[in-house]
């Protein structure tokens, strides 16, 4: 089959990844698959605000996902949406089973995510980014967490949508893996599919996760062993 | 004992299976799933006897009984101390037992002896549970920093800074002729004495830490030793120490003696 | 909140500093950090602008639409600008509402570009009293070490310079932004250069540290002709009449250099 980009079914996007891009934050990351790009900054373990959230034995992870103005075809107003917060939400239950939170009872854990390029695919961009800000931070983790979206257009399961694609598919599955442990810690979907073909959409995915997965380990040492 | 997956010093990042095996025991920044023992945050491995450890290159400060470190006042309620921070996930607190002299709190107001944004050199003196840190200023080395000026390090590389029984940092004390204090939580204040070669200093140790050869790296950058500072301050009209003017060139050395440094 | 405790003892270091004529990182009174510039990096937006200014790093991005013109104004288009002072980009920011420095930040760019009359708005206008385009210029901070204001008018008039605008089909009414051809009409670039006082002395680029210690600044804006188009006095502290004289003069000299980084 023909992709938009010229890309093979299961080939993903061109991906970079470069850590320790915003030096006031403890740890971050910059994430580009294709034209999306994801920017994410960690600040803590530090002070929990306000004192009545604190979780008296473990850290709070607080995930704020914004997508930048001029992000997308339309401009996007700053300040949440519903489609925001439930990508907050989602996000941040992907990375809360990778972190030890019990490490750092009633502290906070900030990570933030902007998404200054939009072209699809962005709460992967922003989960994989997350990461690899979180490692960078010296936050003590099981595992990383790699994501990615697939899908299937036609008779094809399709890896890392991109633009149109994401109207053609039949289906749209976001997917986070840790990939260690071999869990998954984020799954949505929307489309029209048999539970055969739901299995093989995922499994594409959690081979593109493998893939991010070593890009990541990657991204971590070259920022830290010159 | 079965061979080590990750080999010593090699870098690790969260959940890499450094062995599997039964024999070994996790220690710092690791931790046991099933048979095998994982890394906890991104780092070097380091093997003693049995127990794996990482050695972290990232993270927040992580308090223990005994550390020297440069705190800041950031509150004071009440009579019963200061609230300080110590650049940690949690506040620590100068109590009134803690400072040298006695104070009559019905005649003295905290704030006359430590006011807010005053910088304070002091040990971590007790911790009961993870966040009231108690510090002291009890301690001979502890004082109240005034003059010089403070720069941020990374908490991790600290052990590197100090170096074996001190020996790295008495170095750079003693070439650059500067007074200079280490927190152990990620700070070092300087006085006098010259402060670019301090901070070149510490920029070489940060890039170079885990390598072989850094104390032979960090003595050919600081060259020969320089006159101590005065503890006072110094007016600027004396300009005291210029950039030394025959400077070593920077360059590596190419017969590295493999000296190991532990930290 | 999450504002760390200044350091007096780095405070004081920074004032004396500067009374002495020298700053932390070697810098002159009014010189500069080196600055990066990166042009259109963002394929949806319109014209877009990364800026670093030594570790502050900003995006500028252009963003266009078609709406109703202002009554009063019915044949001209519409410049809106405003700044994200995003959480990210210090541990100080926190989310949820702008505060009144990102209020500020947005409206002292947005003044500099709307009173220097840099884009002619009446070529925006499509159908008169009906149809005008709208011009967004969104500045989002990536990382905050100081002059942010400069730094963000820098990246708006670069990615107004280089901004195109979409094709627009009146009978569909839709915007198609892969097919961009003309340029927006920008006629001048103004240029915003602040000015912070600190130990009394007048100071350019401030990193984060020094801006914190800084009583007051003034940022005078000017435009290609030499002339002053905005002005805006922040802080608790004063200027003389005779300080604010020179700001001006080192804003038109610098505003000058700056300029030729606009194309």
Known sequence: MKREDGRKADEMRSTTMTVGVIPNANGSAMVKMGNTV?????????????????????????????????????????????????????????????????????????????????NAGTRAAGINAASLALADAGIPMRDLVASIAAGKIGDEYVLDLAGKEEEETFCDLPLAYMPKSKKITLLQMD????????????????????????????????RWIK | MAELIKKEREFVVPGDEIVKSMDYLPGRNCFRAGESICARKIGLVSLSGRVISIIPLSGKYVPKVGDMVIATVEDIPGTRGWVMDINSPYKAFLPLSGVRDFIDTNRTSLDKVYKIGDVVYAKIHSMSGFDMIDISMQDPRARKLRGGRIIRI????????????????????????????????????????????????IDLIDTEAYKNGLTDKVSKLLGEPKKPAPAKEVKPAEKPKEEKPAEKPKEEKPAEKPKEENA | ????????????????????????????????????????????????????????????????????????????????????????AAARFEPGRPSEDAVETARVIDRGIRESKAMDTEKLCIEKGEKVWIVNVDVQVMNHDGNLIDAGALGAAIALANAKIPAYDPETETIDIKNRKEKLPVKLKPIAVTIHKIGGKLVLDPTLEEEDVADVRLTVTTSDSGNVCALQKSGQGSFTAEEIEEAIAMSVARGKELRKLVE
């Open chain 1, 38 to 118: 994801a920017v994410a900054a960690v600040y803590g373990p530090r002070e929990m605000h306000p004192k009545h959230k604190q979780i008296s034995d473990r850290a709070n992870l607080n995930t704020i996902y914004a997508m930048v103005p001029f992000s997308c075809t339309d401009r996007i107003r700053p300040g949440y949406s519903r489609r925001s917060q439930e990508i907050c939400k989602v996000t941040r239950q992907a990375l809360e089973s990778a972190v030890f939170l019990e490490d750092f009872p009633k502290a906070a854990i900030d990570v933030y995510i902007n998404i200054i390029s939009a």
């Open chain 2, 154 to 201: 990374n908490q991790a590389k600290v052990p590197r800074i100090i170096g074996k029984q001190g020996s790295m940092i008495s170095m750079i004390k003693d070439r650059t002729g500067s007074r200079i204090s280490i927190g152990q939580n990620g700070y070092l204040w300087m006085d006098g004495g010259d402060e670019k070669m301090v901070m070149k200093a």
């Open chain 1, 191 to 222: 489309g029209d599919l048999s539970p055969q073909d739901v299995k093989k959409v995922m499994e594409l995915a959690i081979k593109g996760c493998e893939q991010l997965y070593k890009m990541q380990k990657e991204a971590l040492k070259k």
């Open chain 3, 1 to 88: 909140m999450n504002v760390e405790t200044m350091m007096n003892v780095q405070a004081d270091y920074i004032v004396s500093q500067a009374k002495a004529g020298k700053r932390v990182d070697g810098r002159k009174l009014d010189e500069f950090r080196k600055i990066e510039i990166e042009k259109n990096l963002i394929p949806n937006a319109e014209g877009s602008c990364r800026v670093r200014m030594g570790k502050t790093d900003i995006i500028a991005g252009i963003k266009m639409s078609v709406g109703t013109p202002f009554s009063d104004k019915p044949n001209e288009g519409i410049l809106i600008s405003n700044a994200e002072l995003a959480p990210m």
